[in-house]
């Protein structure tokens, strides 16, 4: 039986915000996660205090645990083609990539304050397709190809020193373009027309204006 899913994208990005934010706040006062919409948090109104502000952007993209039955020992987590291309732009842009899952094999295991994994990638040309592996639920474990653009799972240690020693601060208007360029990165051509396709979370951290890379 082939793994499914049991849960959306959306479903587990309620474990994964806080989970995230809450590591990022043990070495950042101030962490704002933000679902970014060019009409609400890049509106003249969601602007106007973050005007020549710089800030540093973490982008994380959700992926569903995956499961031949409930209740089992693992779960399948599966890395899109299309987020490999983000991380790509990421990577050019001074925004790391990451990719967070919930370590639940059931809906009824599934809460706020779950156990979550999480993976930075690194960028992959897309003609290498997507990458599937198998995380363990016990100890945290994958079984992947030794070769594989993804590190991880994870350590709350190592999650910030990838934000410390990758996320680059820009000016809030140079910023807010960079969100909508990774947001475009995940668009998919269909049936000769483009659809959306995955969309990250964001994490906002305000820097220093000193900081500040023009």
């Not at 409930?70 to 050019?92: R, T």
């Not at 990838?162 to 820009?170: M, S, Y």
Request: hydrophobic share 40%.
């Amino acid at each position: 039986m082939k793994p499914i899913s049991f849960i959306s994208e959306h479903t587990a990005e309620y474990a994964l915000v806080g989970d995230i934010t809450q590591c990022l706040m043990q070495r950042f006062s101030s962490v704002i996660p933000v679902y970014f919409w060019a009409t609400r948090e890049g509106s003249r109104v969601g602007c106007e205090y973050m005007q020549g502000r710089p800030v540093k952007i973490v982008a994380a993209y959700a992926r569903r645990p995956k499961v031949q039955e409930p209740g089992q020992d693992w779960l399948l987590v599966k890395i899109n083609s299309q987020l490999f291309q983000a991380a790509a732009l990421g990577q050019q842009l001074g925004i790391p990539v990451f990719a967070g899952v919930p370590v639940v094999t059931s809906l009824t295991s599934f809460r706020l304050g779950v156990p979550c994994c999480w993976f930075v990638l690194s960028p992959k040309c897309s003609s290498d397709g997507d990458c599937e592996f198998r995380l363990s639920v016990a100890d945290r474990t994958t079984e992947r190809s030794s070769g594989s653009n993804i590190m991880g799972p994870l350590s709350q240690d190592e999650i910030i020193r990838v934000v410390e020693d990758h996320a680059r601060a820009q000016p809030w208007e140079k910023a807010s373009l960079f969100i909508r360029e990774i947001n475009r990165s995940g668009t998919q051509y269909l049936y000769s027309r483009f659809v959306p396709g995955y969309r990250p979370f964001f994490l906002l951290i305000p820097a220093e204006r000193g900081d500040c890379m023009k």
